[in-house]
T-cell receptor, first 114, second 112 residues
């Protein structure tokens, strides 16, 4: 099984619908992140969580919300999807223990809003 | 916040040649600079990183250099192979926040 699992892998939804993207990890990392990838724009941070009780906005949080249900689970919600939220979404984890700053990414969720 | 710029956006090289990708950052407090490789249909994967107390780091065919004064860092891939073809991202973070700010990516194509 993958260390960081994202579901679904692909999703097409209609404008105005609520949608949830899920992320779970088996790495035991405390920190979890949601990024959005758009062509030519790289990866932009939406939300991040340093532990279950800590949620923080990133660069582009408007229109999104998150829930950290457990150390291993971090969900991203689009309350009312709009076409410019069409993108590739990545969940990532990290753990600063032993000075390891690297992120582990999931395989991504490709979201299309029509 | 931090701003990371990456160049070029696309790069084509012949197999066996070297490839260099360059990034600049804006926040002098940044102290961690990783490089990620993203293959088609997959998430980015960490390939090498460097801390601000080091000027260069190598791992087989890949190396990263850091110039803190100029606030830029570069990825060097030698003896390129077709399997090096991918999108490469640089990133920077500072302090204990560990929130990575990414460049816009470079699509590297290695021509056999």
């Amino acid at each position: 099984d993958a260390d960081v699992t994202q579901t679904p892998r692909n999703r097409i939804t209609k404008t105005g619908k609520r949608i949830m993207l899920e992320c779970s990890q088996t790495k035991g990392h405390d920190r979890m992140y949601w990024y959005r990838q758009d062509p030519g724009l790289g990866l932009r941070l939406i939300y991040y969580s340093f532990d279950v009780k800590d949620i923080n906005k990133g660069e582009i949080s408007d229109g999104y919300s998150v829930s950290r249900q457990a150390q291993a689970k971090f969900s991203l919600s689009l309350e009312s999807a709009i076409p410019n939220q069409t993108a590739l979404y990545f969940c990532a984890t990290s753990d600063l223990k032993a000075g390891n700053y690297g992120y582990t990414f999931g395989s991504g969720t490709r979201l299309t809003v029509v | 916040g931090e701003n990371v710029e990456q160049h070029p956006s696309t790069l084509s090289v012949q197999e066996g040649d070297s490839a260099v990708i360059k990034c600049t950052y804006s926040d002098s407090a940044s102290n961690y600079f990783p490089w990620y490789k993203q293959e088609l249909g997959k998430g980015p994967q960490l390939i090498i990183d460097i801390r601000s107390n080091v000027g260069e780091k190598k791992d087989q065919r890949i190396a990263v250099t850091l110039n803190k004064t100029a606030k830029h860092f570069s990825l060097h891939i030698t003896e390129t192979q077709p399997e090096d073809s991918a999108v490469y991202f640089c990133a920077a973070s500072y302090g204990g926040a560990n929130n990575l700010f990414f460049g816009t990516g470079t699509r590297l194509t290695v021509i056999p």
